[in-house]
């Protein structure tokens, strides 16, 4: 077992012979992105020696990287208490990056179309542990990618659901915005849930300009309890009256993610069920199923755009999740450490 250190951020007067040499480690940390206390050289030799000896700037360390042949890279992290997690840098043609960060070790709301949920829960992470994916992605961008605009958007979309762990969440959101940190706008940060409604109305009374994305799928009540377990607890009309009532609340609106999977949720029926979503509240985002097993599958290109034709035809606002990552699964609902197993036997 590695020796746990403080993080950094805890660092304070005390701790450092001058005040000023606080803001000189935020500098090399949120603008350099150096991630080892050795190479902030900006701090005496002696000094750094005694901060190295109590903290550390992450809590993971790499364990393997993959890259995609479309410049996607998913990094397999090992925390401190040998656990893993995965992380993915998404980069377009326009150089917008993106940070997909995880928030829990596996996940526990069993989903059929996502591989993580194959993992059971193994426990939620640390807010810094949720940080230090942010500040290695950040100084992968900086110092590997060699991207000039340092602006990066974030996405709750890697291993956990991460309302499920909403007060670590919660903390990492505010190092993330905090001014002297990355100083992000909450704009820039999209939380993708599986519908747990009364904490998305917690979180965005916090930050009530950050994104949320909501994993709908169905909006057939017996169709969506299939494919996902936490129907039980919040119905599809529960979904449809709170999130809209949300929406006129905080003038924000919700992406309703939609996993288009073979036979289980592309037909007319399923489309015709949509239309209580068919309103200025709601985008709906199509993610057609990113992986096949023997009980599921994804449907053909053909069948993906008639499904898509169709909600545009009857007034949806509509947009299409392309693959990203899929050669080295990296895309959604693909993260999962397969030697997690001690993971299978602790789920409900």
Do not use: W
């Not at 940070?99 to 596996?106: H, L, T």
């Not at 309302?163 to 903390?171: A, F, M, N, Y």
């Not at 169709?223 to 996902?228: F, L, N």
Request: aromatic share 10%; hydrophobic share 40%; glycine share 4%.
């Amino acid at each position: 077992m590695i020796r746990l250190k403080d993080s950094f951020l805890t660092i304070n007067d005390s701790d450092v012979d001058k005040p000023f040499r606080i803001k000189q480690l935020k500098t090399a940390v949120f603008s350099n992105g150096i991630i080892d206390l050795n190479n902030v050289t900006t701090i005496p030799f002696p000094l750094r020696n005694q901060l190295i000896e109590k903290f550390e700037i992450v809590s993971l360390r790499e364990e393997t990287r993959q890259v995609s042949t479309d410049g996607t890279v998913k990094f397999l992290f090992r925390l401190n208490d040998d656990h893993f997690i995965e992380s993915v840098f998404l980069i377009d043609k326009n150089n917008h990056v993106t940070f997909c960060i995880s928030s829990q070790v596996g996940c526990r709301m069993g989903c059929v179309f996502c591989q993580t949920g194959k993992m059971g829960l193994l426990r939620n992470l640390t807010s810094y542990e949720i940080v230090s994916q942010v500040i290695f992605l950040y100084s992968f961008m900086v110092n590997e990618k060699k991207i000039d605009d340092r602006l990066f958007n974030i996405v709750f979309m890697g291993m956990g659901e991460p309302l499920d762990t909403i007060d670590e969440v919660i903390k990492a959101i505010g190092f993330i915005t905090e001014k002297n940190n990355f100083s992000l706008s909450p704009t820039r940060i999209t939380v993708s849930t599986c519908g747990i409604l009364d904490k998305i109305e917690q979180i965005l009374t916090i930050y009530p300009t950050l994104r949320v994305a909501v994993s709908l799928n169905s909006a057939i009540q017996e169709e969506r309890m299939k494919i996902m377990p936490i129907t039980k607890k919040f119905s599809v009309r529960d979904i449809e009256s709170q999130l809209k009532r949300i929406y006129f609340t905080f003038k924000n609106r919700i992406t309703l993610e939609y996993v288009l999977i073979k036979g289980v949720n592309d037909t007319i029926e399923d489309i015709n069920a949509l239309e209580i979503f068919n309103n200025e509240a709601f985008h709906l985002n199509i993610i057609p199923l990113n992986h096949s097993d023997n009980s599921i599958s994804r449907p053909d290109e053909k069948a993906i755009k008639h499904f898509i034709d169709t909600l545009e035809n009857k007034g949806f606002c509509v947009t299409r999740r392309y693959r990203r990552g899929d050669d080295i699964k990296a895309d959604c609902g693909q993260l999962y450490y397969e030697k997690s197993q001690e993971a299978l036997d602790i789920r409900n």
